[in-house]
């Protein structure tokens, strides 16, 4: 039964870190818990560990109640931001570490050592130290000393926070396929919105100690149940407006609107993902709604920042085929119509997303 | 505790004359400090030759005192040792209250007098003090005896391994150790395997300080000790009688050789250093 | 932190059974003789002729040296980092000599240079009327050596610290040499030389190997207040050397706290 976390919660002096958050991960689920800084997701993670304990609720490792229970007794493996590889020791008694520690016989640990070089192909480097090695070797090795005393629960926080860009990507593919191979209940912490989606089998989404929203990555990409998950999740534009007639009126823009989310509220505000929106060329019937302000160039498409007739700005992308049929040019007025848009009531100025 | 020492070249100076004037006064003042006293001792001590300087440290007074020297330094070491290390631990890994006054509680031989240390012992265990009776019933001797020179030797050289560890410990950091508890590890498990090998060159150094520090005291001995010789003098104790009696070839022999062991501890302190700024 | 359980109770209790053995209940032997006779009879001990005489003394000393030193140990703490020359890693180890050598040992060598039977010492007596062995001279002597390393240690990290682009904007600017010490280099040092001396300073308080043997046992001549202690011990006067002995801890720790508490300001304002 994975993992079961009922009711958490931590403070610090007047501070609540984490405000009662529930939450379940199945048996060899892998689950990411996604928020902004800040938000009580490490400690969360930690409290799961035993790193932290909380002041209130419990929490179940594999069926069991191990809210009380030590950090060694918990058989949990841990994988840190910074890796924390024992510096004195080189990558093979790192691995080995746990399993000796637990006193597995000595052939074990030798075959299950080799077995996760092997995996997490450091073959060669059984007797190099952690300091000759580059960032992402050593969260290779870390996973893998993390991996070796075949732990029930599997947790990492925020585990490629320290590396670049591209070794972030590379290292992903390893968190999947080591995941695919071991099937070890996993939970790893990140603020990061394209790892969580990319690898995650679920997503808890975090915000002020909070779970704003648990769901797949689709869930929670397409059917945002906040403006802040919306936000938080991929890029989107914020368009402010009111409520008339029943419906939410932004600029020129209609759209539907949930009555009961949005009961007794008269300003809204659309939010709209960049790629969600048809850009054409003004014509009969399609009024010109807005002026091309700026285009660059991002690599994988093309980026159009538009001045909507209200003066709001609106950011969409388009694909470089599209970019080309439109022929558009900064200057130029242009007709807009998004093809999705959730509504919220409207946020206080301090959360804003927009790009 | 300094690093290795760097070079930072200073910006060109203007005056041409600062540097020479700067250098000259500078190392004139530390051969002046430093250099010629100790100069001036070696030489002394050898002026009546080799032969006779030997002789000197062939005595039984002599070699007694420095027997009686290296134990009471060996003692004090492997007291504070031990107990620095759990104490450095407790004051950075643990919580509680009171832990502010137990850290500055350290400092305390450092703020005291070697006369006073001595006399604080007098007072605790000397005929009109605290432990008196009890002692008496029990037929131990601490005062004028060899166990009160242990004590004091240790209290004067208590603070150093707390004070080499303690930041060490800090700067390691928690992150290895919790790493070590959620692989299984225990407490001691993971102090041996995981924190003694990042510790040991700050203990080693805080070691050597001690040792220098235990094997250097006079005053507390002197104090406690009742200096019999051949009984309870130590090298340091031999010396002060030698003066006193004007034994003035033997007196600066046994400092020689003082000074030549403190060479090699110093020797070893900087080699220390190096590894500690290694480490970190 | 480590939760509490057995193991760490067990640590935390040896740790607390030990210093308050060792340190505490010494501590308060002398604090409750001292003041065995209340207040009163303190003050009355510490103000007799002698003892005063010897607290001065003492004071002045300290103080005289630890301006000494504050200046010299800052020099050479500059010297060795900024200039190159040869033999500086060698000097740079025998800073601490000083604190390897036995405070006895010292005393010693500086009366076998100094010492009125000397050939220095005849010569600086009948020439410049300059007596350094039993008297004051030779004790702010003794007390430099001892503690020359305190200030060049503490001076040491910050001068390597201190980045040079702050000094080339300096220049860059306009200013010149002794401006840009002034206002860039000696602010950054600061912390470090007071931390330097006024450890010199308490240090020097309670010194007593190389003392007794430079200056001697003259009261009201060169008797400072540990070799009082010592010669009230040795007559069995315990109220004078409990008292005093109280002045001199209290005094010392009490500037010892003062740097303690300097040093971890000094680093939370450096942390932010």
Same mark, same amino acid.
């Given at each position: 039964?994975?993992?079961?976390?009922?009711?958490?919660?931590?403070?610090?002096?007047?501070?609540?870190?984490?405000?009662?958050?529930?939450?379940?991960?199945?048996?060899?689920?892998?689950?990411?818990?996604?928020?902004?800084?800040?938000?009580?997701?490490?400690?969360?993670?930690?409290?799961?560990?035993?790193?932290?304990?909380?002041?209130?609720?419990?929490?179940?490792?594999?069926?069991?109640?191990?809210?009380?229970?030590?950090?060694?007794?918990?058989?949990?493996?841990?994988?840190?931001?910074?890796?924390?590889?024992?510096?004195?020791?080189?990558?093979?008694?790192?691995?080995?570490?746990?399993?000796?520690?637990?006193?597995?016989?000595?052939?074990?640990?030798?075959?299950?050592?080799?077995?996760?070089?092997?995996?997490?192909?450091?073959?060669?480097?059984?007797?190099?130290?952690?300091?000759?090695?580059?960032?992402?070797?050593?969260?290779?090795?870390?996973?893998?000393?993390?991996?070796?005393?075949?732990?029930?629960?599997?947790?990492?926080?925020?585990?490629?926070?320290?590396?670049?860009?591209?070794?972030?990507?590379?290292?992903?593919?390893?968190?999947?396929?080591?995941?695919?191979?071991?099937?070890?209940?996993?939970?790893?912490?990140?603020?990061?919105?394209?790892?969580?989606?990319?690898?995650?089998?679920?997503?808890?989404?975090?915000?002020?100690?909070?779970?704003?929203?648990?769901?797949?990555?689709?869930?929670?990409?397409?059917?945002?149940?906040?403006?802040?998950?919306?936000?938080?999740?991929?890029?989107?534009?914020?368009?402010?407006?009111?409520?008339?007639?029943?419906?939410?009126?932004?600029?020129?823009?209609?759209?539907?609107?949930?009555?009961?989310?949005?009961?007794?509220?008269?300003?809204?505000?659309?939010?709209?993902?960049?790629?969600?929106?048809?850009?054409?060329?003004?014509?009969?019937?399609?009024?010109?709604?807005?002026?091309?302000?700026?285009?660059?160039?991002?690599?994988?498409?093309?980026?159009?920042?538009?001045?909507?007739?209200?003066?709001?700005?609106?950011?969409?992308?388009?694909?470089?085929?599209?970019?080309?049929?439109?022929?558009?040019?900064?200057?130029?007025?242009?007709?807009?119509?998004?093809?999705?848009?959730?509504?919220?009531?409207?946020?206080?100025?301090?959360?804003?997303?927009?790009? | 505790?300094?690093?290795?020492?760097?070079?930072?070249?200073?910006?060109?100076?203007?005056?041409?004359?600062?540097?020479?004037?700067?250098?000259?006064?500078?190392?004139?003042?530390?051969?002046?400090?430093?250099?010629?006293?100790?100069?001036?001792?070696?030489?002394?001590?050898?002026?009546?030759?080799?032969?006779?300087?030997?002789?000197?440290?062939?005595?039984?007074?002599?070699?007694?005192?420095?027997?009686?020297?290296?134990?009471?330094?060996?003692?004090?070491?492997?007291?504070?040792?031990?107990?620095?290390?759990?104490?450095?631990?407790?004051?950075?890994?643990?919580?509680?209250?009171?832990?502010?006054?137990?850290?500055?509680?350290?400092?305390?031989?450092?703020?005291?007098?070697?006369?006073?240390?001595?006399?604080?012992?007098?007072?605790?265990?000397?005929?009109?003090?605290?432990?008196?009776?009890?002692?008496?019933?029990?037929?131990?001797?601490?005062?004028?005896?060899?166990?009160?020179?242990?004590?004091?030797?240790?209290?004067?050289?208590?603070?150093?391994?707390?004070?080499?560890?303690?930041?060490?410990?800090?700067?390691?950091?928690?992150?290895?150790?919790?790493?070590?508890?959620?692989?299984?590890?225990?407490?001691?498990?993971?102090?041996?395997?995981?924190?003694?090998?990042?510790?040991?060159?700050?203990?080693?150094?805080?070691?050597?300080?001690?040792?220098? =520090?235990?094997?250097? @005291?006079?005053? *507390?001995?002197? /104090? %406690?000790?009742? +200096? $019999? !010789?051949?009984?309870?003098?130590? &090298?340091?104790?031999?010396?002060?009688?030698?003066?006193?009696? =004007?034994?003035?070839? @033997?007196?600066? *022999?046994?400092? /020689? %050789?003082?000074? +030549? $062991? !403190?060479?090699?501890?110093?020797? &070893?302190?900087?080699?220390?250093?190096?590894?500690?700024?290694?480490?970190? | 932190?480590?939760?509490?359980?057995?193991?760490?109770?067990?640590?935390?209790?040896?740790?607390?059974?030990?210093?308050?053995?060792?340190?505490?209940?010494?501590?308060?032997?002398?604090?409750?003789?001292?003041?065995?006779?209340?207040?009163?009879?303190?003050?009355?001990?510490?103000?007799?002729?002698?003892?005063?005489?010897?607290?001065?003394?003492?004071?002045?000393?300290?103080?005289?040296?630890?301006?000494?030193?504050?200046?010299?140990?800052?020099?050479?703490?500059?010297?060795?980092?900024?200039?190159?020359?040869?033999?500086?890693?060698?000097?740079?180890?025998?800073?601490?000599?000083?604190?390897?050598?036995?405070?006895?040992?010292?005393?010693?060598?500086?009366?076998?240079?100094?010492?009125?039977?000397?050939?220095?010492?005849?010569?600086?007596?009948?020439?410049?009327?300059?007596?350094?062995?039993?008297?004051?001279?030779?004790?702010?002597?003794?007390?430099?050596?001892?503690?020359?390393?305190?200030?060049?240690?503490?001076?040491?990290?910050?001068?390597?610290?201190?980045?040079?682009?702050?000094?080339?904007?300096?220049?860059?600017?306009?200013?010149?040499?002794?401006?840009?010490?002034?206002?860039?280099?000696?602010?950054?040092?600061?912390?470090?030389?007071?931390?330097?001396?006024?450890?010199?300073?308490?240090?020097?308080?309670?010194?007593?190997?190389?003392?007794?043997?430079?200056?001697?046992?003259?009261?009201?001549?060169?008797?400072?207040a540990a070799v009082y202690v010592w010669g009230e011990i040795e007559s069995q006067n315990q109220q004078g050397a409990s008292a005093m002995s109280v002045m001199l801890v209290a005094l010392s720790f009490f500037v010892i706290l003062l740097v303690d508490w300097f040093e971890k300001r000094r680093r939370s304002v450096h942390a932010r």
């Amino acid at each position: 039964m994975g993992i079961s976390v009922k009711n958490l919660t931590k403070r610090f002096g007047e501070f609540t870190a984490v405000d009662h958050v529930s939450f379940e991960v199945k048996q060899g689920e892998l689950v990411a818990l996604l928020g902004p800084s800040g938000s009580g997701k490490s400690t969360i993670l930690r409290m799961i560990c035993g790193l932290e304990t909380p002041d209130e609720g419990e929490i179940f490792l594999t069926g069991e109640d191990a809210t009380a229970l030590p950090i060694q007794k918990r058989g949990v493996g841990f994988v840190f931001q910074h890796y924390a590889l024992f510096k004195h020791m080189n990558v093979w008694q790192n691995i080995a570490f746990g399993l000796e520690v637990q006193k597995f016989p000595q052939q074990d640990i030798k075959d299950r050592v080799d077995e996760l070089l092997r995996l997490v192909q450091l073959q060669g480097y059984s007797h190099h130290y952690p300091s000759q090695l580059s960032g992402g070797q050593r969260q290779r090795v870390a996973l893998a000393r993390a991996l070796a005393p075949k732990p029930k629960v599997l947790l990492l926080d925020e585990p490629f926070g320290a590396l670049d860009a591209k070794v972030r990507e590379e290292l992903r593919n390893w968190i999947r396929r080591l995941h695919d191979e071991f099937h070890v209940t996993s939970v790893f912490v990140t603020h990061d919105q394209n790892e969580a989606l990319e690898i995650s089998d679920k997503i808890v989404v975090v915000n002020q100690g909070r779970v704003e929203q648990i769901g797949t990555s689709q869930e929670i990409y397409e059917n945002p149940q906040s403006s802040f998950v919306a936000g938080f999740i991929g890029p989107v534009n914020v368009l402010r407006g009111k409520v008339e007639q029943g419906k939410a009126k932004i600029g020129q823009f209609e759209f539907a609107l949930d009555k009961n989310m949005l009961e007794g509220h008269s300003a809204v505000e659309a939010l709209i993902r960049p790629s969600d929106v048809v850009l054409a060329m003004p014509s009969e019937g399609k009024l010109p709604t807005g002026r091309v302000k700026r285009i660059s160039f991002l690599g994988w498409g093309i980026k159009v920042d538009i001045v909507l007739k209200d003066g709001q700005l609106l950011t969409v992308h388009l694909t470089k085929e599209r970019f080309q049929e439109l022929q558009l040019a900064e200057g130029q007025d242009v007709y807009i119509q998004p093809t999705d848009a959730k509504v919220f009531k409207q946020k206080v100025a301090s959360q804003d997303y927009s790009i | 505790m300094p690093a290795e020492i760097q070079l930072v070249k200073p910006i060109i100076q203007r005056n041409p004359w600062v540097r020479p004037c700067l250098l000259s006064l500078v190392l004139g003042y530390i051969a002046f400090l430093i250099f010629v006293p100790v100069g001036t001792l070696f030489f002394s001590a050898f002026s009546e030759g080799a032969v006779s300087f030997f002789k000197v440290l062939c005595r039984w007074d002599v070699l007694h005192a420095f027997g009686l020297t290296f134990f009471l330094s060996v003692l004090a070491v492997l007291v504070n040792a031990v107990f620095g290390l759990i104490i450095a631990w407790v004051l950075v890994r643990h919580d509680f209250l009171g832990k502010k006054f137990l850290n500055a509680l350290v400092d305390l031989p450092f703020a005291v007098s070697p006369v006073v240390a001595g006399y604080m012992l007098i007072l605790l265990f000397g005929r009109t003090g605290w432990c008196h009776a009890w002692l008496q019933a029990a037929g131990i001797k601490i005062v004028f005896s060899l166990p009160g020179m242990a004590i004091a030797t240790a209290f004067v050289s208590l603070p150093f391994v707390i004070r080499e560890v303690m930041p060490v410990l800090q700067e390691i950091g928690l992150e290895e150790e919790q790493a070590a508890h959620t692989l299984g590890a225990n407490g001691w498990q993971t102090f041996w395997r995981v924190t003694f090998p990042s510790i040991r060159w700050g203990l080693l150094y805080g070691i050597t300080l001690t040792f220098a =520090r235990a094997m250097g @005291e006079f005053g *507390a001995l002197f /104090v %406690v000790s009742g +200096a $019999v !010789s051949g009984e309870t003098e130590t &090298a340091t104790l031999f010396v002060f009688r030698a003066m006193d009696e =004007r034994m003035y070839q @033997e007196a600066y *022999a046994v400092s /020689v %050789v003082l000074a +030549a $062991v !403190s060479f090699f501890v110093l020797l &070893a302190m900087e080699a220390l250093k190096k590894r500690i700024h290694e480490e970190i | 932190m480590a939760k509490t359980n057995a193991g760490a109770l067990s640590l935390r209790v040896t740790a607390l059974a030990y210093l308050a053995f060792m340190l505490l209940i010494p501590l308060a032997a002398v604090l409750q003789d001292g003041f065995r006779n209340g207040a009163a009879g303190f003050l009355k001990s510490l103000l007799n002729p002698a003892a005063w005489h010897a607290f001065k003394l003492t004071l002045w000393t300290a103080l005289l040296m630890a301006a000494i030193n504050a200046v010299m140990g800052t020099l050479t703490a500059y010297v060795l980092v900024r200039y190159s020359f040869p033999g500086r890693s060698l000097i740079n180890s025998f800073i601490d000599l000083p604190f390897a050598i036995p405070t006895l040992v010292t005393g010693v060598m500086l009366v076998i240079l100094y010492g009125p039977q000397q050939a220095l010492g005849s010569w600086l007596k009948h020439h410049w009327g300059w007596e350094i062995i039993f008297a004051p001279t030779g004790i702010i002597l003794a007390l430099l050596f001892v503690t020359f390393p305190l200030v060049v240690r503490t001076v040491e990290p910050l001068l390597m610290e201190i980045d040079q682009d702050q000094e080339e904007a300096s220049r860059t600017l306009g200013a010149s040499s002794w401006t840009t010490f002034w206002r860039v280099l000696f602010p950054a040092i600061l912390p470090g030389v007071l931390t330097g001396t006024l450890l010199s300073f308490s240090r020097a308080l309670g010194e007593f190997g190389s003392v007794v043997v430079v200056a001697g046992n003259i009261p009201f001549k060169s008797q400072t207040a540990a070799v009082y202690v010592w010669g009230e011990i040795e007559s069995q006067n315990q109220q004078g050397a409990s008292a005093m002995s109280v002045m001199l801890v209290a005094l010392s720790f009490f500037v010892i706290l003062l740097v303690d508490w300097f040093e971890k300001r000094r680093r939370s304002v450096h942390a932010r």
